[in-house]
């Protein structure tokens, strides 16, 4: 991971979402129509969308990985502290006084707090603003606050949660047109590269 970083993650998720979208969306996407769209659209819109999920949660977590294994390279090798650094430290309880230097105080406690948060990577099962503030905020990375992106990313949520955990009530679920769930999904692309311009920012 350390030789990845946040322009490669999210290159990486723009590519992958052009390959889902071209599989599931683009097939559907004619002149507008004020009739419904049909099962088969709505079947791979959803499947689209829980793709996409997937996609997005495999990116948050890639960059929260980097930015904390890159933290604790920079002390190890370059013994050189960033944002992250301090939040990291911040995060986790001061370590008792037995160890032999200043160094391996710090050295000691990002280890530490590196096993933390790969913990919290490994047990991470969403994207929504919550699990994001969890992965992030310990790293000192602030999660983009725009309204419209983060209801555009609930909504992504909502539809992926609702075709991959099968209701046996049969409720009615949230359909969509691939032409909107094209402009649900684009603009979690902006606030997935949003979040990955923050990362850049701290140089961890």
Known sequence: MSRGGPKIEFNALTRSVK???????????????????????TLDVAACMVLVHG???????????WAFSKAVQNWI?????????????LY??????????VFDNIRKSLEDAKTRMSK???DNHGISPNNLRALFMPLGVNVPR??????SLELLITIRHQWAHQDRNNRT???RSAADAQ???????TFAKKLSEEVASVRP
């Open 120 to 122: 919290v990577v490994h």
């Open 92 to 101: 986790e309880q001061i370590p008792d006084d037995t160890q032999p230097s």
């Open 173 to 175: 679920k949230i359909t």
């Open 19 to 41: 390959e889902i979208e071209a599989r599931f969306l683009t097939p559907h996407l004619g002149p507008p129509t004020l009739s419904a769209p049909s099962r088969l659209e």
């Open 183 to 189: 402009t649900t999904i684009a603009d979690c692309l």
């Open 77 to 89: 090798y370059r013994k050189k502290t960033s944002r992250v650094t301090a939040s990291l430290l």
């Open 146 to 151: 725009d309204p419209l992106l983060i209801a």
């Open 55 to 65: 996609a997005l949660e495999n990116f948050v977590e890639g960059l929260a990985q």
